[in-house]
């Protein structure tokens, strides 16, 4: 699983800088809208992911957005 937050901070961003490295990719967010996506308080959209992959400069492929744990299956 990759780490938003963590990918950011390697590539020195603030919040306030990836926002608008995302706006470059047709996606409209706030740095309150990262921090929330990055602690967790809110779930981000599949378009938004994809523009933050592309932001970030990795395939959209490596973001990993789901539960933490397995749906248990009752027999």
């Known amino acids: 699983m990759v780490r938003l937050a963590e990918l950011r ?3 020195g961003w603030s919040q306030e800088q ?3 490295h995302i706006g ?3 996606i409209s967010i706030t740095a309150a809208g990262i921090s929330n996506v990055e602690s967790g308080a809110k779930q981000a959209s599949e378009r938004l ?3 933050w992959a592309n932001a970030l400069g990795i395939p959209d492929t490596s973001l990993w957005h789901g539960p ?3 749906r248990r299956v009752s027999a």
């Open 49 to 51: 992911l994809i523009a």
């Open 24 to 26: 470059d990719h047709g």
């Open 68 to 70: 933490l744990r397995a």
């Open 18 to 20: 990836l926002a608008a």
């Open 9 to 11: 901070k390697i590539r």
